[in-house]
């Protein structure tokens, strides 16, 4: 037993979680597993203990595994920065910003890292599962993939092909993928999943067995849709939520076009006493809102302009008159500042933005990198926080004096003179329960008791009994090769 590998015949069709799943099914037969995907895009980063990044899905799938994450997990994250350009991140280090059609060619190059790190990964554990990227038949990208088949042939593991049923069409998908791929990849795949089903699942069992019957692989079984997923980690911003929950309290997010890293939104949902939802572009922000958040964004300036294009920062200005509360983290936090300078041009062209002028700071980009997992003491309720940080730029100005945490007892982030206006660096604050509930309760929640780590755990073993039921889970481990 050495490894398996899930992947998908499209986007979204559920790979993560059933990765993850597997993952805690495979550690509670008592094996050492550990989660691999060769190739990640996502502006959803998490940050190593060896201050590298990687894919925050890898990080969901580590925790399942009882592991730390680590950047052999993940070795090529790509980030967008514009819709035609990405920063490619190696074995969690930046290591070049490239357009698309530019990638292609850099891309054969990434291979070796790629099995390196699967080398490291599968020498130190029972078993790794392999999580795949889109879908192989996207075979116009096959030349060059470390993705997919590609690595899937290099490495010599099997693959299970997963299918949406939820979004329709699922027989074209899996019997369209074996139709249009190589016969030497489609040999690679040893049989087929159906994912998010809703309804009595018998009722497909003439597709299933068409499906079987058309491709000549094993079925493994039909997962029922998963409704607790949404108590898990989101890797990608369109599974954010858009309408607000049941709570008392209103907390919005505006969904910058280069969102990055809203993990931070996650212990949020899961108040009951918060109505957590999102502003979607050319959505004014609610007026009886009582909390918006500024998230991380992939490109600072760009977004300033997005956001000024939505009219947002009209609204902002409205919500601050009636008295209501604003917090930016780290991309968010520099806009709030008075001006957002990028003389180098490292996050798009050269040149300075006016902020939104709500914190009395300043940001200069800076080409080095900070990433880094911290603790930190909340300044105000001296509680302690735990994190990460993930960003380029310096912010200085006069509210830093008054600082919204403390790290090894330097002022982190800045707060407005009436309290109102927080700006952080900090990501993941809020899966600290103690402080969650104090910083929440300050601002006018009702006092929780939630606890999101161990929600998030219950959560795990919830999926890992739902694969156990509905899929031949020793029979996939066991085409582990």
Not at 136 to 165: H, K, S, T
Not at 188 to 194: C, L, P, Q, R, S
Not at 279 to 305: E, F, W
Request: glycine fraction near 12%; charged fraction near 20%.
């Amino acid at each position: 037993m050495t490894a398996l590998m899930i992947q998908g015949a499209g986007s979204n069709v559920g790979k993560s979680l059933l990765v993850a799943g597997l993952c805690r099914a495979a550690r509670r037969r008592g094996l050492s597993v550990a989660p691999f995907k060769p190739q990640n895009m996502s502006n959803n980063a998490a940050v190593t203990e060896d201050g590298g990044e990687i894919g925050r899905a890898q990080a969901l799938q580590a925790l399942a595994c009882g592991l730390m994450p680590q950047t052999d997990m993940n070795p090529v994250l790509l980030k967008p920065e514009t819709d035609i350009g990405a920063q490619v991140v190696v074995q969690g280090r930046r290591v070049a910003t490239v357009k698309a059609r530019d990638y292609a060619a850099l891309k054969p190059g990434l291979m070796a890292s790629v099995l390196e790190s699967f080398g490291r990964l599968k020498a130190a554990h029972d078993l790794v599962i392999v999580e795949g990227a889109g879908s192989p038949a996207e075979v116009n990208l096959r030349a060059g993939d470390i993705a997919n088949m590609g690595f899937a042939r290099a490495a010599d593991v099997p693959v299970i092909l997963a299918g949406d049923i939820d979004r329709g069409g699922v027989i074209a998908q899996m019997v369209g993928t074996k139709a249009v791929l190589d016969p030497a990849d489609a040999a690679m795949i040893a049989g087929f999943v159906i994912n998010k089903f809703r309804g009595d699942v018998r009722l497909f069992d003439e597709g299933y067995a068409l499906i079987a019957a058309q491709t000549g692989w094993r079925g493994y079984g039909v997962v029922p849709f998963f409704a607790d997923a949404a108590r898990l980690p989101a890797e990608d911003a369109l599974d954010l939520p858009k309408a607000g929950g049941a709570g008392g309290f209103k907390v919005v997010c505006l969904a910058l076009s280069r969102i990055a890293n809203f993990d931070d939104l996650d212990p949020l949902g899961q108040e009951p006493g918060v109505a957590l939802s999102m502003v979607a572009a050319g959505q004014p922000i609610p007026g009886d809102a009582d909390l918006v958040i500024l998230p991380g964004s992939k490109s600072t300036r760009g977004d300033l302009a997005f956001l000024r294009a939505q009219g947002w920062d009209i609204d902002l200005a409205a919500h601050v008159r009636r008295g209501g509360h604003v917090l930016g983290i780290c991309g968010g936090y520099q806009m709030l500042g008075h001006v957002v300078r990028d003389p180098d041009g490292i996050e798009g062209p050269a040149g300075e933005t006016p902020g939104l002028g709500l914190l009395d700071v300043d940001t200069l980009m800076t080409p080095d990198k900070r990433l880094t997992r911290t603790r930190a003491t909340h300044a105000a309720s001296r509680l302690d926080v735990e994190g990460y940080e993930i960003h380029i730029g310096r912010t200085e100005g006069p509210a830093r004096a008054r600082p919204f945490a403390f790290v090894d007892g330097q002022p982190e982030g800045a707060v407005s003179a009436d309290g109102r206006i927080t700006g952080s660096y900090l990501h993941g604050m809020f899966t600290s329960d103690a402080f969650r509930a104090a910083w929440l309760s300050a601002l006018g929640a009702a006092p929780s008791q939630a606890r999101y780590g161990a929600t998030v755990e219950a959560t795990l073993d919830a999926l890992a009994d739902h694969l156990e039921a509905h899929l031949d889970v020793g029979g996939l481990l066991a085409l582990a090769r």
